[in-house]
């Protein structure tokens, strides 16, 4: 039961990076990823999920910039980052998870995390 994140790095404001979570075969199928990040000094927050059929969910800070999305043939869900902000600077995790809808975007949700990947947007 693995979860790898990569892709972070350090990318100028307005650019784009895109994140990427490899999941084992065990923990993939029929459970929700979601992507949390933790700014320095900050709580972890949620930033997008998507569901084993697709559906996908985002916080309102990162809406219409970032996309979600999942590759079931390849057990990775990815997280392209657009438009990137200072304020996006943040390590990246992953996670591996079954909540119900109306739980996704809290942390205790989700049982099997990654290492996280860091992401720094300069201004």
């Known amino acids: 039961v693995q979860l790898q994140a990569s892709g972070g790095g350090l990318v100028q404001a307005g650019g784009s990076l895109r994140l990427s979570c490899a999941v084992s075969?065990?923990?993939?199928?029929?459970?929700?990823v979601g992507w949390f990040r933790q700014p320095p000094g900050k709580e972890r927050e949620f930033v997008a999920a998507?569901?084993?059929?697709?559906?996908?969910y985002y916080a309102d800070s990162v809406k219409g910039r970032f996309t979600i999305s999942r590759d079931s043939a390849k057990n990775t869900v990815y997280l392209q980052m657009g438009s990137l902000k200072p304020e996006d600077t943040a390590v990246y995790y992953c996670a591996s998870g079954t909540p119900i809808t109306s739980s996704l975007k809290r942390r205790e949700s989700y049982n099997y995390w990654g290492q996280g990947t860091l992401v720094t947007v300069s201004s």
């Open positions: 075969g065990r923990t993939f199928s029929g459970r929700t």
């Open positions: 998507v569901k084993s059929g697709g559906s996908t």
